[in-house]
């Protein structure tokens, strides 16, 4: 991996008698994408506001850009851009008047190629109340960026946007990504970490359960392949095992099932379309989804 960007070495935060998190391990490469994902209480923005020096860690080591969240503010101030989950502004501010006082705060002149990158000259006279869900959080992608951040945190970014704002969104983080900027992102969505991170971690219960890239974490699981397929007499019958293959239901005309081995299975069932005069209309060979990773790694938590 490239050098690291952010260090988390044996982190530890507890609210009283509460550990929120639990003595995790990351080290995030300079323009990397990582994502850190986790159901509800899993300590992700816990994690995040420790980084950011918002909140004192109890144990461990962290680096941002080189620095100390703690000791090293100032210098931290100049080197990260955060976008929090929720964020707002006064409702009067003008859009233009948030992108002069957070450039005076940084000692920056007006920032006009952002502006225009991200086609908000157009608002820059409204007020924030008159703005909508997904302009709102491009202003906010925005005021993280006035300062040319080293490293970029993005916590639960997209939420509450419309599939245009997501996707608008969603391409102004490849874009950042390409800049050498790394960015930490905490997301509920399964399928933009999937689409967007290079890496991720899955956080559960204050810990670390799995890290790497998309498809790594996804092959961890069951490795159970999933296979559908739809001929055009049908004559494949539900249930029964095939070439290993185990059967799992049908439904709207397909037939699926379940394999370890992908090969055997459907070489056999082409086989048995074959022979029965048939003709293949559909045939789909599918890994598990992130999601469903995700899922198994929740419930073997909770099981145990």
């Not at 007006?110 to 990158?117: A, G, P, S, V």
Request: proline share 3%.
């Amino acid at each position: 991996m490239t050098e690291s960007a952010v260090s988390i070495k044996g982190l530890v935060k507890r609210y009283g008698s509460f550990t929120a998190v639990n003595g995790i391990d990351i080290e995030v490469g300079r323009g990397e994408v990582f994502g850190l994902l986790g159901p509800n209480g899993a300590g992700k923005t816990t994690t995040l506001e420790c980084l950011e020096g918002m909140r004192k860690a109890n144990g461990g080591k962290l680096r941002v850009a080189g620095c100390d969240p703690q000791s090293d503010q100032r210098e931290l101030r100049s080197k990260l851009g955060v976008q929090l989950q929720s964020s707002s502004l006064p409702d009067s501010i003008r859009v233009g008047e948030a992108i002069a006082l957070i450039c005076a705060w940084h000692g920056l002149s007006e920032r006009l190629d952002l502006i225009q990158k991200f086609e908000i000259s157009d608002l820059l006279k409204k007020q924030y109340r008159e703005l909508s869900a997904g302009q709102k959080r491009r202003l906010h992608l925005v005021l993280a960026l006035l300062n040319n951040p080293d490293v970029l945190v993005l916590d639960e970014p997209t939420a509450g946007l419309d599939v245009q704002s997501r996707a608008q969104l969603h391409e102004e983080i490849r874009t950042i990504r390409l800049q050498g900027i790394t960015v930490l992102l905490a997301t509920h969505d399964m399928a933009e970490a999937e689409e967007l991170c290079d890496r991720i971690a899955i956080m559960i219960h204050g810990k670390i359960a799995v890290c790497g890239t998309p498809a790594q974490v996804t092959a961890a699981g069951s490795k159970e392949t999933r296979i559908r397929m739809r001929t055009t007499k049908g004559s494949l019958l539900p249930g029964g095992d095939i070439g290993g293959a185990t059967f799992v239901k049908a439904n709207d005309g397909y037939l699926e099932w379940n394999c370890r081995d992908i090969a055997p299975s459907v070489t056999e069932l082409l086989k048995r379309v074959q022979d029965a005069d048939d003709t293949v209309e559909d045939l789909r060979v599918e890994r598990p989804s992130l999601e469903e990773r995700f899922l198994e790694l929740v419930k073997g938590v909770e099981n145990r």
